[in-house]
């Protein structure tokens, strides 16, 4: 498989095929529609507003569509585009911009990664980074602003966990604050670790990571430009053609339109908003929005019940198996959820809320179930609402998923990332629930799949392989983990396509290669859905199509 790097390479090298005027008819032998009353395909056409005109055999379709442009994609398998249903656009782009410690294998790993990006920095930056995992080093446990201050004294130094709910300061970035950590107080929604003596230890976890953020200097317009730039490219390379990005700001959403109206989005971004904040508040006043070209929307927001599993920030109904007495944090108290999805429903905006661990889950659920019954307009059941990562469930509480209409949004390689700890983290029980696909399935509920970039990779193709193996990239361990909750390649398509657009909202557009949708899909070397599964990680991608419209063209 590619790097990122000489992928994103190749789309900025081949760029976009304008599209033409007339129609165009693509033959393959293997079309995969993800459309059930019609599975399979040889040829599609599609005129020059990108919309799909026939999907069928390419004998008819050939006769039909004579003057047409032919595309042959000889010995390669198409599929609807793919759609992340969970990731973090700008979040992504500034991790390209950032001191990489993804996979670092010790403190000393992660020192030696930042000295060689710091000399890349002026004198008086902040040095920034992402990807820290302390589950992975030798000694599991949380970092201190120590391990940093003796190869950084005085430049500011800061580092997001990879889960993007805890942060990792020097002293020098925890003086930039200029206030007391100390003590036994705790910010709410969050938690400042500290050692022995009452200090503050250097690790600040959810809500708490606000109080070094605030010092942070903000990036320029121009740098967020680049990243967003960045982030596109590296998305649309892998053959995603839609992101359902998760905690988008006003000015992050200006931002996009922005490149919407000058044509630079190279794929469909349904933006959700950031919380009870400015981006809902304009949803309310002025209705969900879209934009003309059809390549931007926000109807939707991002709700936060509970932190991460990780950093056992995850909201957990009895303590967890290896830290007695703690039981995780709710980011948000549940009243505060209910009145924002109250909000949100009032004015018929999507709810997407993030909950990990159990006790996350049933609250969420139980405010859901609540605002439901409350629902003064009781005629709309099309509600859509969405469960963010639904990580860690009460076995009782999964069939509710179903019986609400709720939508389990989730993310295959947190479950391949995590599965050397999660067990130490629940116990044997209360991992039955966890990552649980097919008793998510079986109870009757859909599964929006994605990844969650930049705290997994944004590459979709490691999802479709987590999804089917339940193994790590070594092909371990041999049977899967819990292999029992493995999906079928179908299944994982099905997650990644049409149902990820039907949870978007997106459905009567994109997810199915059907007449009247939006010709959006990709070319693949070999067919994903009977390969044998270890090549699914790196399965080729020849092209990557948006409106009928070709990129990331293969070298």
Known sequence: MKTLAAVVAAVFAFGSVTASAVDT?????????????????????????????????????KARFRKARVVTARGATVVPGLI??????????????????????????????LKTFEKTLPADAWLIGRGWDQND???????????????????????????????????????????????????????????????????????????IDAV????????????????????????????????????????????????????????????????????????????????????????????ALGSRGAALLADYSDAPGQRGLLVTEPKAIERAAQKARD???????????????????????????????????????????????????????????????????????????????????????AYAWQRLLGSGARLALGSDFPVESVDPRLGLYAAVTRQDAAGQPVAGWYPDQRLSALEALRGFTSDAAFAGFADADVGMLKPGMKADFVVLEADPLTVAPATLRTLGIRSTWVDGQKAAAKP
């Open 216 to 307: 942070v200097p903000p990036p320029s317009e121009a740098l967020r430009a680049q990243a967003l730039s960045r982030a596109l490219a590296a998305a649309h390379a892998v053959g995603l053609t839609g992101i359902h990005d998760m905690g988008v700001s006003r000015a992050d959403l200006a931002l996009y339109r922005r490149f919407a109206d000058e044509g630079r989005l190279p794929l469909r971004i349904t933006a959700y908003a950031d919380g009870d904040r400015d981006a809902l508040a304009d949803l309310c006043a002025n209705g969900l929005y879209r934009h003309a070209g059809g390549r931007l929307q926000m109807r939707g927001v991002k709700l936060y019940a509970d932190g």
């Open 84 to 113: 992340d249903a969970h990731g973090h656009i700008m979040g992504l782009g500034f991790s390209l911009l950032q001191a990489d410690l993804t996979g670092t294998t010790s403190k000393a790993d992660v020192l030696a990664r």
């Open 347 to 433: 004015c018929d905006v999507q709810v997407a809320a993030h909950a990990i661990g159990d006790r996350g889950n049933q609250i969420v659920l139980d405010r859901y179930e609540y605002l439901f019954a409350a629902d003064a307009k009781a005629a709309r059941p099309d509600r859509r609402w969405r469960i963010e990562h639904a990580q860690v469930i009460a076995l009782s509480d999964i069939p509710r998923f179903a019986a609400l209409g709720v939508i389990a949004s989730m993310q295959p390689t947190h479950a391949t990332s995590d599965m050397p700890w999660a067990e130490t983290r629940v116990g044997p029980e209360r991992i039955k629930g």
């Open 137 to 211: 080093w030798p000694d599991a446990t949380f970092p201190t602003a120590a391990d940093l201050d003796s190869a950084f004294p005085k430049r500011p130094v800061w580092l997001e966990r990879i889960d993007g709910h805890a942060g990792w300061a020097n002293t020098a970035a925890m003086k930039r604050a200029k206030r007391d950590f100390s003590g036994d107080w705790q910010p709410e929604g969050g938690r400042i670790e500290r050692g022995d003596d009452g200090a503050a230890a250097g690790v600040f976890v959810d809500g708490a990571t606000a109080l």
């Open 25 to 61: 008819l693509l033959i393959a032998p293997r079309i995969h529609t993800m459309n059930p009353e019609q599975p399979t395909a040889t040829a599609m056409a599609w005129n020059g507003d990108g919309v799909l005109l026939a999907v069928g055999e390419a004998a008819a379709l």
